[in-house]
């Protein structure tokens, strides 16, 4: 079986819609998934998290950006990884060390998240990945 691991770690819409797209269509493929979800990518992942704005560095792209995703009624990309999770065998792994850094509880996180672990043991299970991606 085909194995992808992607490293989350950007916060903004742009980066993390990708995260839910590409786990989705390797879910659909039948491909093992497992994302490492750090920093803003963790952030991202909070029940109260705002919705993930479009990058600064599009500059007046990004607001035509945010529009056209609106308008063609885009899911998140929480919906998307749920949708993937649905799919297939797709894992959700919080980073230890950004989770205690930020002082988050499990509680904290939305629902697809499938356990909190240190960055040893996510490049222990994700070291026989067919596709590699930090995102």
């Not at 308008?71 to 993937?84: G, H, V, W, Y």
Request: charged residues 25%; proline residues 4%.
């Amino acid at each position: 079986m085909t194995k992808i691991s992607i490293i989350m770690f950007s916060g903004t819409a742009d980066k993390l819609m990708p995260v839910g797209v590409l786990a989705s269509a390797a879910a659909g493929l039948g491909y093992e998934v497992e994302i490492f979800a750090t920093f803003w990518g963790l952030l991202a992942l909070k029940k109260d998290a705002p919705q993930p704005d479009v990058s600064k560095d599009y500059g007046p792209m990004a607001e035509m950006f945010k529009k056209i995703m609106q308008e063609k009624n885009m899911p998140s990309f929480i919906d998307l990884l749920r949708q993937a999770k649905e799919i297939g065998n797709v894992k959700i792994y919080a980073c230890a060390q950004t989770f205690d850094m930020m002082g988050l509880k499990k509680e904290d996180l939305v629902d697809i998240v499938d356990d909190v672990i240190g960055a040893m043991e996510y490049l222990e299970k994700s070291k026989d990945a067919d596709i590699n991606l930090f995102i």
